[in-house]
């Protein structure tokens, strides 16, 4: 079975503070993915990674960064932590295929608070 | 702008019925659909992937429906039991070469079966 491992399942922080939030998975998959999610917004990607080094924004990239140095971590950094990112975060990783229709396989979440 | 729109109001049926989720969409041409359901505090978990040329997907209790003319998909569980209780959520996918790493995600809808 896939495992998706996010470093924390809660995580407390301060505004202003710089924040790391980790995921490893255990599949050799190409493509990675950070997504939070909100009541009544659902699942909203913020970044994804389709290799090694590479990385596109999402839909929400703003006021994060992510970093992809070896291909089972998938790293979303929060650059100055802000009380409107507290929210549940997210990470998946799927398979490349040539269509794309691989499943995506999620980790159980780092619920995040910025106080 | 895309679309999605699953049942806004919780579902609760009884242990033994069928539940029928619905997923619709609009401005939006999907080449597949997934499902996935979600247990509270923990990640989503794929269920069932539908192509836009597929009619119906069945797995166990599980069927899924693809109607690219009404712009809809329905999920069944027959022989619903309490341990079905979750959120189901849908998400649609293209193969475009430039979006196919992409979900588009709808909020989910949340299923209660009674015993």
């Known amino acids: 079975d896939v495992k998706v491992t996010q470093s924390s399942r809660y995580l407390v922080k301060r505004t202003g503070e710089k924040v790391f939030l980790e995921c490893v998975q255990d599949m050799d998959h190409e493509n990675m993915f950070w997504y939070r999610q909100d009541p009544g917004l659902g699942l909203r990607l913020i970044y994804f990674s389709y290799d090694v080094k590479m990385k596109e924004k999402g839909d929400i990239p703003e006021g994060y960064s992510v970093s992809r140095e070896k291909k089972e971590r998938f790293s979303l950094i929060l650059e100055s932590a802000s009380t409107n990112q507290t929210s549940m975060y997210l990470c998946?990783?799927?398979?490349?295929?040539?269509?794309?229709?691989?499943?995506?396989?999620f980790g159980d979440g780092t619920r995040l608070s910025i106080l | 702008s895309q679309k999605i729109e699953q049942n806004s109001e919780a579902l609760n049926i009884q242990e033994g019925k069928t539940a029928t989720l619905t997923c619709n969409y609009t401005n939006y041409s999907p080449a597949y659909l997934q499902w996935y359901r979600q247990d509270p505090g923990r990640g989503p978990v794929f269920l069932l992937l539908?192509?836009?040329n597929e009619k119906e997907k069945r797995k166990e209790r599980l069927k899924v429906t693809f109607d690219t003319t009404l712009k809809q998909s329905l999920f069944h569980i027959t022989a619903s039991q309490p341990a079905d209780s979750a959120t189901y959520l849908c998400?649609?996918?293209?193969?475009?070469?430039?979006?196919?790493?992409?979900?588009?995600w709808g909020l989910g809808t949340s299923l209660a079966v009674n015993p």
């Open positions: 998400a649609l996918g293209r193969y475009n070469a430039g979006n196919n790493r992409k979900l588009i």
């Open positions: 998946a990783s799927r398979t490349r295929d040539r269509v794309g229709n691989q499943p995506q396989h």
């Open positions: 539908i192509r836009e």
